[in-house]
């Protein structure tokens, strides 16, 4: 299958500083891609999704300014935790469908952010 | 809005047993995808078995087969000859195009493996 990676794994930042998390389709292009938040032993729950040349779409909710997704190439999504609390500790993950309009995604490893 | 259900928070299966995972879903739709994805404790999302509803053949992928019950809007995973890597959080995924490509997910299902 497809395959899709993040950067970084792991991010530990302070209280009010800003983080910024990738994600890239190592083997395909994606105008679509998803980013969502996930707690221990819980389900996955959609924030946004990214779109190539356009604003992403937020999901109700969530913080527009607050979550700041770029989607900067066919190839590259990034997700950025603006003035980080430890309320937005969480593991983050992305996902992206092989081919425009295919319905089986491919997800990143995820990244845990730990805000201190 | 679509709904999927995963009735069971955790399940236990002995190392070489069968196991079977209940997910049922709502949807007014007739086309759709349904998923089974595995979540392993490294968390790496991985695609376990899909499902096309205008198939009737249930999928199968080497020891995971599912039993869907198109009717009944159930998708259920059954896991044989279950291995200690098997163990895993189970979420199960509906899928139509329209609805902006979104996975809808269930609450998941913890599977434990007993050697």
């Known amino acids: 299958g497809a395959v899709v990676s993040q950067h970084p794994s792991w991010v530990i930042c302070k209280s009010g500083t800003s983080v910024k998390i990738e994600c890239r389709s190592l083997?395909?292009?994606?105008?679509?891609m998803f980013w969502y938040r996930q707690f221990p032993k819980q389900s996955l729950m959609l924030m946004a999704t990214?779109?190539?040349?356009?604003?992403?779409?937020?999901e109700q909710g969530v913080e527009k300014d607050k979550f700041l997704i770029n989607h900067a190439s066919l190839t590259l999504s990034t997700l950025t935790v603006t003035s980080a609390h430890p309320e937005d500790s969480s593991f983050y993950i992305c996902?992206?469908?092989?081919?425009?309009?295919?319905?089986?995604?491919?997800f990143g490893p995820g990244t845990r952010l730990l805000v201190l | 809005a679509q709904t999927v259900t995963q009735s069971q928070p955790e399940m236990s299966v002995q190392e070489a047993e069968t196991v079977t995972l209940s997910c049922t879903y709502d949807?007014?739709?007739?086309?759709?995808?349904l998923f089974w994805y595995k979540q392993p404790p490294s968390r790496q999302m991985i695609l376990v078995i899909r499902q096309e509803a205008y198939k009737q053949q249930n999928a199968t992928e080497n020891r995971f087969s599912v039993n869907f019950q198109k009717a009944a809007k159930s998708f259920s995973l059954k896991i044989s000859d279950s291995q200690l890597g098997d163990a895993a959080m189970y979420f199960c995924a509906y899928f139509k195009m329209e609805y902006g490509n979104k996975l809808v997910f269930g609450a998941g299902t913890i599977l434990r493996v007993k050697s």
């Open positions: 083997d395909f292009q994606a105008t679509t």
């Open positions: 996902s992206a469908p092989e081919g425009a309009g295919t319905e089986t995604q491919y």
């Open positions: 990214s779109n190539e040349g356009s604003k992403a779409t937020y």
């Open positions: 949807t007014s739709e007739s086309d759709y995808y």
